[in-house]
């Protein structure tokens, strides 16, 4: 017959697993169901806010859009997908997490650092009236 565990050893097991959901809260600052992706139509303000060659984060919209050339715009979930913070700048096409470290190239998505490994989720984004548009187009 086994001997129960010494309490202290109880004690030290509460104590990690309560630091350790401490930890994974703190890491998903808008909460587990907050979607990385616009299910509807997000507009994000003037398109000529983002320059050629450069890249403007909407940190409220979760978003960051890139201009690699002009008139052509790539758009990412700012969501960073090592552990759901939200990317806290962008310097030199690099977006960064304030969490953890990581790095996501913003005219691609990719990974730059981690920890995180998986790239940043393609949004869909588009130039209308001189505003930009992210999410699912009206029509579909």
């Known amino acids: 017959m086994s ?3 010494a309490r202290r ?10 630091a350790a959901g401490f930890g994974l809260a703190a890491c998903t600052p808008n909460g587990p169901d907050d979607s990385a992706i616009p299910d509807k139509p997000v507009e994000l303000g003037p398109a ?10 909407y940190r409220e919209d979760r978003l960051v859009v890139s201009q690699p050339a002009k008139g052509t715009y790539k758009c990412f979930s700012a969501k960073c997908t090592h552990a759901g913070c939200i990317l806290s ?5 690099e977006g960064s997490c304030p969490c953890h470290g990581s790095r996501f190239d913003v ?13 940043l989720p393609e949004v869909p984004v ?4 001189g505003k930009l548009i992210a999410g699912p187009s009206t029509a579909s």
């Open 89 to 93: 700048d962008v310097e030199k096409k």
């Open 107 to 119: 005219t691609t998505g990719k990974v730059v650092q981690g920890p995180a490994s998986e790239p």
């Open 48 to 57: 000529a806010d983002v320059p050629v060659g450069g890249a403007k984060l």
């Open 3 to 5: 001997q129960p565990p």
């Open 9 to 18: 050893t109880v004690l030290r097991g509460a104590a990690l697993a309560g």
């Open 126 to 129: 588009r130039a209308e009236h």
